[in-house]
């Protein structure tokens, strides 16, 4: 790598010291409740050797007191951020009245959530449930379900069954959900799958044509690709797949659980288009942190639901619900749509003058704050180094670090992450130099992988 920054990276970064990188590496080593995760949890993340403590707008704070700039988002989840004074009121006031009553009962938020999501949304009907990967179960027993015809007897294998999906897509660890995911190695460990998937060329529409028929029931896709990197679907690639989907009666179902809620500047990605999809998914941010997830279905979906199809205890209960009504409420009343454009943009030009200044980026993606930072190189140096000086990033796909930062990310912040970032590349890149000089092996090593 070449084009390192002329000032030595590790000037700008006197807030996050030496001396608080030592103290929050020996705290993690000494910290055992570190030490009960390596021994107790099943082994299915990578962790950064620090415990996190807590957060306040978009910092967050690791046990030894090392202040980091939170530009992850708890992956697109803390949209606004930590501890938000009127979250954290409404979590009080509802904890203390019901967390929980069941779904054999109204309660007092759950029907408010739904008229405001389908006001949002233009869609007609909802469904709570708890997490991302359970809405697009659901969402694909709704695309099984009303694909059944009369001749279908119940048990049998229906004509209608397919689902199509996009490369590069990721929509969940549930079994549906892993079925429709194409990234081999999340999905290939346990296949077989769902029956019937097929994946199509990520916005390839000749592809799309050759493979759609009226055995499809359904089509899945991310209206920004997020896990894979952030890839926008084309308005050519919607709106065929639109029209196709009508014309084979199969249901469109739009996965927003990362690009909704306002991520990218609207409510929904998908209304940057002109058509709407049959299902909407969403969950990350919906309850500012806290689990939850929602279907969202037009009025012809809904009419094939009858109680008893489908269902779930926790989703949709008062406290999260209530929770999101006032996340909602604080997304319009802070403008913050508005904020994720003008925010966005900034960040979108800082990020193509850092690429112009390190010939390792090779490209810089972004809708709203949603980016991705395509590197010709390994990212996860960038991601250790991040972390060390203060900044939470994350990578994706092993060459994108994806950024999310929570939607009220101030003016200030996206500048101090700039410098953050630069600094960062300029020590990744000064030590991969440095590792060339003297170790050929490695310099090789990340030479292959541009
Ligand atoms: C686009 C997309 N779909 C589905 C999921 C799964 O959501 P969850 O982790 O809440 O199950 C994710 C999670 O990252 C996602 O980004």
Redesign the pocket.
């Known amino acids: 790598m070449r084009n390192a920054p002329k000032k030595p990276a590790g000037s700008l970064s006197a807030h996050f010291s030496q001396r608080g990188r030592m103290k929050t590496l020996a705290a993690a080593k000494s910290d055992s409740r570190v030490d009960d995760a390596e021994k107790f949890l099943l082994p299915t993340y990578k962790r950064q050797p620090f415990v996190l403590e807590r957060g306040r707008g978009c910092y967050v704070y690791d046990a030894a007191g090392k202040k980091y700039l939170d530009f992850l988002g708890g992956?697109a989840v803390n949209a606004l951020g930590h501890g938000h004074p009127r979250i954290v009121k409404v979590i009080r006031r509802e904890a203390a009245r019901a967390i929980h009553f069941s779904n054999l009962y109204h309660n007092a938020y759950q029907g408010p959530l739904a008229r405001k999501l389908a006001e949002c949304s233009g869609l007609d009907r909802v469904f709570f449930c708890n997490?991302?990967?359970e809405a697009?179960d659901g969402a694909m027993k709704l695309a099984r379900l009303c694909a059944r015809r009369p001749q279908d007897a119940a048990g049998q294998f229906p004509g209608k069954h397919r689902f199509l999906a996009l490369e590069n897509s990721?929509?969940?660890?549930t079994y549906g959900?892993i079925s429709v995911t194409a990234t081999e190695k999340y999905r290939l460990p346990f296949a077989p799958g769902v029956p019937g998937v097929e994946f199509v060329r990520f916005n390839d529409v000749a592809d799309l044509e050759s493979k759609f028929d009226d055995s499809v029931c359904g089509i899945l896709l991310?209206t920004v690709q997020?896990?894979g990197g952030i890839y926008p679907v084309s308005e050519l690639f919607w709106n065929r797949a639109r029209a196709l989907a009508t014309q084979h009666a199969a249901l469109m179902i739009a996965?927003e659980?990362?690009c909704g809620l306002g991520r990218t500047g609207r409510y929904f990605a998908y209304q940057r288009f002109a058509s709407k999809p049959d299902i909407a998914v969403i969950?990350?941010p919906l309850a500012a942190g806290l689990p939850l997830?929602a279907i969202l279905a037009t009025n012809k979906v809904a009419s094939y639901i009858s109680p008893g199809l489908h269902g779930t205890t926790f989703g949709g209960g008062p406290l999260v619900c209530a929770t999101a009504l006032e996340c909602l409420r604080i997304i319009e009343d802070e403008k913050l749509l508005e904020n994720v454009r003008s925010r966005g943009e900034e960040l979108k030009a800082g990020l193509q003058g850092l690429a112009a200044k390190f010939d390792f980026i090779r490209e810089v993606r972004a809708e709203g704050l949603m980016l991705g930072v395509h590197l010709s190189v390994e990212g996860a140096p960038f991601v250790a180094e991040a972390a060390k000086r203060g900044l939470l990033i994350n990578c994706t796909h092993d060459h994108i670090l994806r950024l999310l930062p929570p939607l009220v990310v101030t003016r200030a912040q996206i500048r101090g992450f700039l410098k953050l970032f630069s600094a960062v590349l300029g020590a990744v890149s000064e030590k991969s130099a440095a590792a060339e000089t003297s170790t050929p092996v490695t310099s090789k090593k990340y030479a292959t992988a541009r």
Request: glycine share 22%; net charge negative.
């Open positions: 992956i997490s991302g990967t697009i990721f929509h969940g660890r959900a991310e997020g896990e996965d659980i990362q969950a990350k997830g």
